[in-house]
């Protein structure tokens, strides 16, 4: 309910005059009025100001004709709606973005007197930027906007970046407050460069490496190569501890093991960390088909022969889970997927199960 007060009127002084001098001719006071800045002047029936003036409290009439007899009680002002970016929206190309903005409020008894407080940020909920501002669009750094009001990111946007935000406006008079939705949206991808898996952006193996991730499309990857293992310089063998040979790159170990070792025998799972697997060709394949698989990371360290040889340098070699026709002498083999550094496309082969390669697991 709206609460009411009644507006005081200060009167002084009240003037008869004759009207156009004629004799015996009064002009009736009060006969007008117009209210200004709150005030209210009384005009006579002869069209002259009398001195009788009113104050109004509640300010004047929307005619202008005179007092505000009521007072209403101050209201909140309106929610702030219409967001834009839209709320949720996807696929933002960071280049398009010149400011977020939403539909702004007032207060209809008070109009003027409405501000905005601006939150925004990577985090939910998002820290307040800055508040007081008398529009409601925030630009990202904008020509001649002060710096303390530009967006995160300076002159754009970070890809592939959900962001939070929320508008709250403010009677500056009443300090009355509404506050409007959280809204979000996400920026689009570079598409040369990596992006971790949500809410994963590393793992763990069992001798604690710790691995980025990588996301393409729908699938969750290791963004580097397995070294998970005890460095042996001799043949790996089925006897209960996680065994890598080492491809040498400078000073570094690429680690590589036999198809058997990766897939732990005969024993249920790989050495691959916990909740993680050796990819199939059917894997790989969604992979290498994805439009965005020049973001998947990639070294090209070869592989050892059975003698510990180094082989294939310039490209890369990966075991899969699937599992190859034997060769004419009965060898065990497996398919692999091989990477050479100027190959646009990788390709696949079956190897002898005892070469030592690479692995990348996948989530």
């Avoid at 946007?157 to 939070?164: A, N, R």
């Avoid at 499309?217 to 005890?230: D, K, P, R, Y």
């Avoid at 790159?249 to 024993?267: H, P, Q, R």
């Avoid at 075991?319 to 990477?339: F, L, M, Q, R």
């Amino acid at each position: 309910m709206v609460a009411l007060r009644w507006s005081v009127v200060a009167s002084v002084g009240l003037v008869l005059a004759g009207c156009g001098g004629g004799k015996g001719t009064e002009c009736a006071p009060r006969a007008s009025s117009h209210c200004a800045d709150n005030l209210t002047v009384w005009y006579d029936s002869c069209e002259r100001a009398e001195e009788q003036v009113e104050t109004c409290s509640c300010g004047c009439l929307p005619d202008g004709s005179g007092c505000q007899t009521a007072c209403q009680s101050p209201t909140a002002p309106d929610k702030p709606t219409d967001p834009s970016p839209a709320n949720g929206a996807t696929e933002v190309d960071v280049k398009s973005v010149s400011s977020v903005r939403c539909t702004g409020s007032s207060d209809p008894n008070d109009a003027g007197t409405v501000v905005f407080d601006f939150y925004f940020g990577t985090a939910s909920p998002p820290p307040k930027l800055w508040g007081g501002q008398w529009n409601s669009t925030f630009c990202n750094c904008s020509p001649g906007l002060p710096e303390p009001r530009c967006l995160p990111g300076k002159d754009n946007l970070e890809p592939g970046t959900t962001y939070y935000w929320k508008v709250v406006a403010k009677n500056k008079k009443t300090g009355e407050t509404t506050d409007g939705d959280l809204w979000s949206f996400t920026t689009k991808k570079d598409p040369a460069k990596s992006y971790p898996c949500p809410g994963l952006p590393t793992v763990t193996d069992a001798d604690n490496n710790q691995y980025a991730t990588v996301e393409i499309g729908s699938q969750c990857w290791m963004a580097t190569n397995l070294a998970v293992g005890l460095l042996t310089t001799v043949s790996q063998k089925d006897n209960g501890i996680a065994e890598k040979s080492c491809i040498f790159e400078g000073a570094a170990c690429a680690g590589s093991y036999t198809w058997n070792e990766l897939m732990n025998y005969d024993k249920p799972g790989s050495l691959c960390p916990a909740g993680w697997r050796v990819p199939s060709v059917a894997d790989w394949q969604a992979l290498i088909n994805h439009p965005d698989f020049a973001r998947f990371p990639r070294a090209y360290p070869g592989y050892l022969n059975s003698n510990n040889l180094k082989q294939g340098s310039l490209a890369a070699y990966f075991w899969t889970t699937d599992e190859g026709s034997a060769g004419p002498d009965g060898t065990a083999k497996a398919v692999i997927i091989y990477h050479e550094s100027k190959q646009q496309t990788p390709g696949l082969q079956t190897f002898n199960k005892g070469l030592f390669l690479s692995a990348r697991c996948l989530k």
